[in-house]
């Protein structure tokens, strides 16, 4: 592009009066001082719209152009490789797992550089339509392990470093896969392997077969798994209508709770998204808060606040990084949710009831009245 025309698109980006950017995600970048005008993007509808969690599309639009999200999660990645270095190694070989993770993660790395690099152009004929593919997605999930499936489209606010070209297409299927129950109980423990990076290895392992498969049915995509994870797994959990956003800054389902690991796969074909869904979960958590109380790290916040335009508990991630890894796994906030230890049916029913949480009527009241609020302010 001539720099005549790339200064005239660049002005008419920074002279738009609408902030809110509408659909068209508008990446800053410092290097060149500039704006630059990004593809339509699709999943803001989504989040700016959901049902449970409150969002100022403003300050979120805002706050994603100047300031993308980090992709490891903590503010610098110096912090990441530290602790990493220092903390996670030594707890991975005081649990005899080093070589396990290690590997595996590594493996995980490497495939999706390898689907990048070879297989991302390379697919097969179409055997199936769109309206096909989307079931046979979710069976093939099935078989892989993935008790969680559900599509939305991508919310490109929620890619760490703003690498748009790290998950291309707009269509993303989440998967969800359970972890360990008996490992999570146990956790933080010397003993055993970790029910957290078992899982991130399994599901890994699990996302770059079922990207093949997708491949194979004739449909470019792109998996992404943690440790290599540019997109940001919890919002779009909660957009495919999988999970609520809770206390402890994770996903909750009504299946497991806390207790599962994601992965995403962008694809190339348009399916249709499945709504966001409320499944009374958030507001178990105002009433709940037992997974801030007895975080041990002091990492997440007992009131909500708006951060970057999304009105929530705010985790500390350095603080709770620097914890997890010096003791063990911790994942205390994840063993004590009562939806993990009793099931969302139990919880709900008992909750819907009188207000009970954990043997404890708490009153009915605040939990109509907290709805009732919700109601009246996305009406208004
Ligand atoms: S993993 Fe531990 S330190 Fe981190 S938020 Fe949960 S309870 Fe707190
Ligand atoms: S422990 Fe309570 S507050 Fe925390 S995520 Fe579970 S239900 Fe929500």
New binding site residues.
Partial sequence: MSAEKQQKKTRSALDRPDLSGETRMRRYLPWRQEIELRPPNRGKAIIDNLPTVAVDPRALDIASEIEPLTVEGVPFFADFRATMWRLAIPMWRRHGQFWRYFTGIRAGATGMQKQERENRFRVGRRQVGPSELKEAIRSYARALGFALCGFTFVDRRFIGAGDDSAFPYDTAVVLGMEMDRELVDKTPSLEGPQPDFETYVAAGKAALELAQHIRSLGYRCVARVAFDMPVKFVPHAVAAGLAELGA??MAITPQFGPRQRWAMISVDAELEPDEPADFGISDYCEDCLL?VR????R??SEEKMWWRGVYKHK?DPV???S??SRFDG?????KVCPIHRFGYEACMEAYRRDGTILGRPKGIDRFLARRAARAKHQTS
């Fill in positions: 402890n800054g997974c007895c975080c041990p790290g990492a997440l985790l603080r709770c990084w914890y997890f911790c994942m205390i906030c994840v």
